[in-house]
């Protein structure tokens, strides 16, 4: 029985490993669909050995940054994936992005996605000198959730936070508790539950849930900068953000809910092929603007 064990669990593995594959392979697929123009400039650094990338457009004010964080349920998901998506950013917002290739799981499991997100964010004050009003963080899906994360390790630790924070279609329960999840469940085209939750316990490991860094829909929001959430009525996460802007309007933060009607997860990536994510672009950019330059 000891061998059949070993041999259940060696093959459990490489389900895994194969489901895994997949979701990467799928989304590096998906961003071959849409070019970034020529007049974008995009230049690879190191920061403390994690890759990243400056997405720098011609209208983009050298002192305003955009520190972007990808979506891609912490499985999957790159610098390669998102730079159509940020191109569009920097144009916009008129802002530097940073892209960033953060740890993945299940090889790296929380909390290591949420170390290189801070590391690159003390990198961008601490090295290159820039002022945390000057940075505003932004993410989708996943990377919304981890958006939303930085923002209160950055409070526990008594590091200055950013100028503002927008998402699309954040991730901000890995619990998975919200109504949507099953009220939307046969109108959401792209994600599924079943997703959601493999997603979640590769990422998670041995961590609870609720655990704010992971799900920040759990934490004490009172502090945060103004925040931007953006997101579709036929998602399975819709509630993920109407929750957690709840949660924060009531501890006091600035925060804009902007609910879009039929509108699928993360919208705005597809704005290369349907206008109604180009509009969600700049209703974001319109933001980021009225953060940056106030008249």
């Given amino acids: 029985m000891q061998f059949v064990i070993k041999i259940l669990k060696e093959r459990k593995q490489q389900a895994i490993q194969q489901r895994v594959k997949q979701a990467r392979d799928g989304l590096e697929e998906l961003s071959k669909l849409a070019k970034i123009p020529k007049d974008i400039k995009v230049e690879l650094v190191k920061i403390n ?11 983009s004010v050298e002192n305003k ?3 972007y964080l990808h979506g891609g349920g912490y499985i999957s998901g790159s610098l390669n994936s998102h730079r159509e998506l940020a191109a569009r950013l ?3 917002t008129k802002t530097k992005v940073l892209t960033i290739d953060y740890r993945l799981a299940p090889e790296h499991p929380f909390p290591e996605g949420l170390e290189d997100a801070t590391s690159a964010y003390q990198w961008l004050i601490e090295i290159k000198k820039f002022k945390a009003n000057e940075i505003i963080i932004g993410g989708d899906s996943a990377g919304g959730g981890l958006t939303l994360a930085l923002l209160l390790n950055l409070k526990e ?10 998402c699309f279609s954040p991730w901000t329960d890995l619990g998975n508790t919200g109504d949507s999840i099953r009220t939307n469940l046969k109108i959401d085209p792209f994600i599924s539950p079943d997703e959601l939750m ?4 590769l990422y998670l490991g041995d961590e609870d849930y609720t655990n704010p ?13 103004p925040l931007y959430l953006q997101v579709g009525t036929r998602e399975i996460l819709l509630d993920d953000s109407v929750r957690f802007a709840e949660k924060a309007k ?3 933060v600035k925060v804009i809910l902007d609910v879009w009607e039929d509108m699928i997860h993360v919208f705005p990536a597809f704005a290369a092929f349907a206008p109604e994510g180009q509009e969600g672009i700049e209703k974001i950019a319109e933001f980021v603007r009225g953060i940056f330059f106030k008249s």
Avoid: C
């Fill in 90 to 92: 920097a144009r916009f």
């Fill in 49 to 59: 050995e994690m890759e990243a990338e400056w997405i720098v457009a011609p209208e």
């Fill in 250 to 252: 009531k501890a006091g």
């Fill in 213 to 225: 860094l992971a799900s920040p829909l759990y934490g004490n929001l009172e502090g945060l900068p």
């Fill in 157 to 166: 630790q008594h590091l200055d936070l950013p100028a503002a924070a927008f």
């Fill in 198 to 201: 493999f997603d979640a316990r």
């Fill in 65 to 67: 940054i955009t520190l």
